[in-house]
Nanobody, 115 residues
Framework: VQLVESGGGLVQPGGSLRLSCAASGFTFGLYTMSWYRQAPGKERELVATITRFGGSTNYSDPVKGRFIISRENAKNTVYLQMNNLKPEDTAVYYC?????????WGQGTQVTVSS
């Protein structure tokens, strides 16, 4: 199993970024996928989750209404569209999957929101 995030970077407050997570090594379309984030000095927290066919999504309260999680099963990819970014969104963002009773994480991508 491999999860590879991309799309992070430096953005000004109010800006947007789209993160991507390319998955391989498992049947992507059968699994719920999630994005987590970890800010300096804080615990890793769940940001958003999408079920295997994209029929259901859930968001943490801090990002609700600003972030959108989506997936393309044909491309084995899950996305996180982040709009109206705030300085408190600064963190390393991780892709996550729970497969066969194991946790799998990507290497993370840094998002920095600063003027």
């Amino acid at each position: 199993v491999q999860l590879v995030e991309s799309g992070g970077g430096l953005v000004q407050p109010g800006g947007s970024l789209r993160l991507s997570c390319a998955a391989s090594g498992f049947t992507f379309g059968l699994y719920t996928m999630s994005w987590y984030r970890q800010a300096p000095g804080k615990e890793r927290e769940l940001v958003a989750t999408i079920t295997r066919f994209g029929g259901s999504t859930n968001y943490s309260d801090p990002v609700k209404g600003r972030f959108i999680i989506s997936r393309e099963n044909a491309k084995n990819t899950v996305y996180l569209q982040m709009n109206n970014l705030k300085p408190e969104d600064t963190a390393v963002y991780y892709c996550y999957a729970y497969i066969a009773r194991r946790d799998y994480w990507g290497q993370g991508t840094q998002v920095t929101v600063s003027s």
